[in-house]
């Protein structure tokens, strides 16, 4: 029988820990009473440095049930770190993944189950519809899954951080030792064989996201730049056009100056493709700068997470 653990990471949540809780014990209770899952599966709350009651609730909620656990973190981690400190500490044949807001079903944990029982290592949850995002994200969402595609990021669309992961496979994610962890990235770069769930997603049970806007744009670049260096490539290819426009351009003004007599008539033609091509250069320096900060964060290997405290 399978031995699940369920991990949920926590950012402030406590408007609807509660009732997330609730929730998901009483699936665990139904998913025990038939005998998909054994006696010792569990739920795993990983506090991630939240300001509010989140800790204290989860501490009420282990003493009062066998069945939840909860780990620290020390601070802060980010919801990818929050991630790994739980899928490399909690015991299981079989964990699953799912956000504290309730937004994605706990009943697809179900069909989770079966497939990983019909031999897949890895379960993708993917979202049908995206009718409870508002048009922004839905918008922003679309384009860079399709822009993640075209550059060549192995990536399952409308798959956010809803899965089930067998503890082969977490024992090889364990070996991926970058610092800055884009796991949507990785998980399908594991391999073995895997199986994809489909459900609606609702709208936030309560309290609010954890990933304004300026959030979601770094994580969105992460995801780019450490999967693909594309972007350092399309820089070469337009310097190279440039550089061959420029010389054909030379060409020309000499053609116009030797052969038909005719000077160079005004500034414009100078200072326009100075400020373009110095904006240009800026930009390609900015690229470069940005995969030459990932090699500096790298290199220091600092951990990803700190446990402080596990009950
Ligand atoms: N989260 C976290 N650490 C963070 C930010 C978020 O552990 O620094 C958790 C949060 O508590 C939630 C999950 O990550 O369980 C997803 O966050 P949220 O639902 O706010 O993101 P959204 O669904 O709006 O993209
Ligand atoms: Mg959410």
Request: hydrophobic share 45%.
């Amino acid at each position: 029988m399978t031995r699940l653990a369920i991990i949920v990471p926590c950012y402030n949540e406590e408007a609807v820990l509660p009732e997330t809780a609730r929730r998901l014990l009483a699936l665990l209770a139904d998913l025990q009473a038939q005998g998909e899952v054994s006696d010792d599966s569990a739920l795993y709350f990983v506090n991630d440095g939240s300001r509010d009651r989140t800790w204290p609730l989860i501490e009420e909620l282990a003493a009062t049930n066998p069945q939840v656990h909860g780990i620290k973190l020390s601070r802060n981690c980010g919801h990818q770190n929050a991630l790994l400190a739980g899928l490399f500490t909690v015991p299981g044949d079989a964990v699953i993944s799912i956000d504290a807001d309730l937004q994605d079903d706990p009943e697809a944990m179900r069909a989770m189950l079966a497939a990983h029982r019909g031999g897949a290592d890895v379960v993708y949850g993917v979202r049908r519809r995206r009718t409870t995002d508002t048009f922004f994200k839905r918008f922003s969402a679309e384009g860079y899954y399709w822009l993640l595609a075209r550059l060549g990021v192995e990536i399952v669309f409308n798959h956010a951080d809803y899965r089930l992961l067998s503890r082969r496979a977490i024992d090889v994610l364990r070996q991926y030792r970058e610092r800055n962890i884009f796991l949507r990235g990785i998980i399908p770069k594991l391999g073995f064989d895997s199986a994809i769930v489909h459900y609606d997603r609702s709208a936030r049970l309560a309290g609010e996201t954890k990933y304004p806007l300026k959030k979601m744009v770094a994580f969105a670049l992460e995801g780019v730049t450490s999967f693909s260096v594309a972007p350092l490539r399309a820089i070469m290819w337009f310097g190279l056009c440039v550089s061959v426009l420029s010389f054909a351009g030379g060409l020309w003004t000499l053609w116009e100056r030797l052969v038909n007599n005719v000077g160079v008539p005004g500034w414009a033609s100078t200072l326009v493709p100075m400020f373009f091509l110095g904006g240009i250069q800026l930009l390609s320096l900015g690229v470069i700068g940005e995969y030459v900060a990932k090699i500096y964060m790298e290199s220091k290997a600092r951990p990803r997470y700190i446990i402080d405290r596990e009950i």
